[in-house]
């Protein structure tokens, strides 16, 4: 079975500063690793993927994870934090690009001047 | 990017309404979706995933007489909830993968807030 851990329910960081949203993953085989946002009354959005290659994974609105099989984490970076960031974000693995997704419990992201 | 639309994005009806929810994806071929259901504050919870053609497959728990999903064609699925009851009252998002392409991300609907009264 996979499943996703996100340890903290809420990140409270200040505008301009780094941003840092944790996850780890438990999954047999090679991991999908994705991170979506959401924000109120909203589906998913999604900001980045993991499949295979560099550790360092770019996304959208300067969004960036890094990959690390040893400690099986997936942590969301950015390196200056906007007050519009502000959201629920999640993080998600699979077994393959199609496969169905388990999905962290989510982590509210604020942001504040 | 990848659209996925999902339609209507608010519901309220009278307990023992039927609802039907659908979910196109507008500008790519969708062979799976999948229905999932969030409660306020907590993460999503797969429901089922929907193949098109053959039979969606419900995960544990989930009452497939309940929650009837149709997909039809590569752009649309549709789950209908069956006389619907208080309990049922929650947000509904339904996703898309493109078929025949490797390693996609599922592309979200903006979900269904569905109230019953």
């Known amino acids: 079975a996979q499943s996703v851990a996100q340890p903290e329910d809420q990140v409270n960081v200040a505008e301009g500063n780094p941003l840092t949203v944790k996850c780890t993953y438990s999954?047999?085989?090679?991991?999908?690793l994705f991170w979506y946002v959401q924000y109120p009354n909203r589906g998913l959005q999604f900001l980045l993927k993991?499949?295979?290659?560099?550790?360092l994974v770019k996304g959208s609105y300067g969004f960036e994870a890094e990959f690390n099989k040893s400690q099986t984490s997936f942590h969301l970076k950015k390196p200056s934090a906007l007050v519009s960031d502000s959201a629920l974000y999640f993080c998600?693995?699979?077994?393959?690009?199609?496969?169905?997704?388990?999905f962290g419990t989510g982590t509210q992201l604020k942001v504040e001047l | 990017g990848a659209v996925v639309s999902q339609h209507p994005s608010w519901v309220i009806c009278k307990s023992g309404t039927s609802v039907k929810i659908e979910c196109r994806s507008l500008d790519f071929q969708a062979t799976t979706m999948f229905w999932y259901r969030q409660f306020p504050k907590q993460s999503l919870m797969l429901m089922a995933t929907?193949?098109?053609?053959?039979?969606?497959?419900?995960e544990q728990g989930v009452e497939k007489d309940k929650f009837l999903i149709n997909h039809a064609s590569l752009t649309l699925s549709t789950l209908t909830v069956t006389s619907a009851h208080p309990e049922d009252s929650s947000f509904y998002i339904c996703?898309?993968?493109?078929?025949?392409?490797?390693?996609?991300?599922?592309?979200f609907g903006d979900g269904t807030r569905l109230s019953i009264l």
């Open positions: 998600a693995v699979s077994t393959g690009g199609g496969n169905k997704l388990t």
């Open positions: 993991y499949i295979t290659g560099d550790n």
């Open positions: 929907s193949n098109e053609g053959s039979k969606a497959t419900y």
């Open positions: 999954v047999s085989g090679n991991p999908y």
């Open positions: 996703s898309a993968s493109r078929g025949g392409v490797p390693n996609q991300p599922q592309h």
